[in-house]
C-alpha cells in the first residue's frame, strides 16, 4: 500500500472549499476529512485559519471551527518551523507556508496564490492537485 501524500493548504483553499461544495478546493477538504492526506501544518498555521474562518463576512460557526481546527491538530503532522530568510517573498505572510513545505519535506503545497510563492513543481493550485495526487479522488 502507497504512504499517503504530505500536503500543505494555503488558507485560501481552506477558506475556498469550506464554502463551495463542489470546487476543487472543496474536493480536497472532503479527502482531508476521509484521511486521503497527511496535512501538515504549524502553530503559525492554525492561528492563522483560526483567525481567518472567524472573520464575519464567512459567517462560519465557532464551534465547527473549533472541531475543524482540533480534527487537524489529531490527523495532521506538526512542523515546527524555523523561520528562513531566502528567498524574498512580496507578502511575509507567506513565508511560513512555504518554510512549512520544504522544512517539512511535503509532497505539495496547495495554494490558490501559486503567483505569491516561489517556483516549484510542487507548489501547485488545487485543479492541479486533484490531478496529481491520485488517491485524493479514488
Given at each position: ?14 477558506v ?14 472532503d ?8 496535512l ?7 492561528e492563522?485559519?483560526r ?19 482540533e ?9 515546527v ?6 528567498p524574498?517573498?512580496k507578502?511575509?505572510?507567506d513565508?511560513?507556508?512555504?518554510d ?20 516549484n ?9 486533484l490531478?496529481?495526487?491520485r488517491?485524493?479522488?479514488e
Amino acid at each position: 500500500m502507497r504512504a499517503r501524500k504530505r500536503v500543505l493548504l494555503d488558507t485560501n483553499v481552506i477558506v475556498s472549499g469550506l464554502l463551495s461544495k463542489s470546487s476543487p478546493p472543496a474536493i480536497l477538504i472532503d479527502n482531508l476529512l476521509m484521511l486521503k492526506f497527511v496535512l501538515l501544518y504549524s502553530t503559525e498555521t492554525i492561528e492563522e485559519y483560526r483567525d481567518v474562518l472567524h472573520r464575519k463576512k464567512f459567517g462560519f460557526d465557532s464551534d465547527d471551527i473549533s472541531t475543524f481546527l482540533e480534527f487537524i491538530r489529531i490527523y495532521g503532522e506538526e512542523v515546527v518551523i524555523i523561520p528562513s530568510k531566502y528567498p524574498k517573498f512580496k507578502d511575509e505572510f507567506d513565508r511560513k507556508f512555504y518554510d512549512i513545505y520544504i522544512q517539512g519535506e511535503a509532497d505539495f503545497l496547495i495554494t490558490g496564490n501559486i503567483k505569491h510563492l516561489p517556483k516549484n513543481k510542487g507548489i501547485i493550485t488545487p485543479k492541479q492537485a486533484l490531478s496529481k495526487i491520485r488517491p485524493l479522488t479514488e
